[in-house]
């Protein structure tokens, strides 16, 4: 399931180059995974592809997006909108894979009745309001971390049943309820990680092994 969105990402690029056909291989080096585990992860939605050929990439498309349940719109309930809400809330990326943001509420007054990439803030007293009146079944925390669990439970209350956590804390929340987790500063101490590694190894001298004859043959 992890890949599914990936393969999907790529398919769709390649549509728009007007690309109508693909490989097990060429999807995989455009994926970074290996052309088996493609064709295995593929071969459970019933697609085998055309030997030879490859696969069609619009079928391919519409059968992911199927599995995924992308085959109608998931509007999404943001709740904060500060910095970071209002920056997902202004990314048209998300409505257009089908994630159009039906809500966004705050406990800010400065900030509530203001329009935010086209959807006017509201208190998060009405959050069931907005969850009912669009269908939404997934909320979006964008919130500061003291604030998250608050908006977990408001969310819950309200009949949302997957979280999407961009805070930075642990929420906790009923048996049932399916939250994912962003965490870009982790990200970032991860990747920091690497590079410390990568810097530590490029500044220690390597070390060349002397020939034990040689040493030998020196010293007689």
Known sequence: MARLPVYLRILSDQLEQGVTTISSEELAELGGVNAAKVRKDLSYLGSYGTRGVGYD???LVYQIRRELGLTHDWPVVIVGAGNLGQALAGYNGFGDRG?????????DTAKIGSVIGGVRVRHLD?????????????????TPGHAA???????????????????PSVISVPHGIHVGKVDLAVELQ???????????????????????????????
């Open 190 to 220: 991860i990747l920091a990680y690497h590079e410390q590694r990568r810097a530590a190894t490029a500044s220690t001298p390597s070390l060349r092994a002397v020939p034990g004859d040689r040493r030998r043959g020196a010293s007689a």
């Open 57 to 59: 990439v619009d079928f």
């Open 99 to 107: 994630f159009p943001v039906g809500g966004i509420v705050d406990i």
């Open 149 to 167: 669990q608050e908006a977990a439970e408001a969310l819950v209350a309200a009949g949302v049943t997957s979280i999407l956590n961009f805070a």
């Open 126 to 142: 009405e959050v069931a309001q907005v969850v009912q009146q669009r269908n939404i079944s997934i909320g979006v925390i964008a």
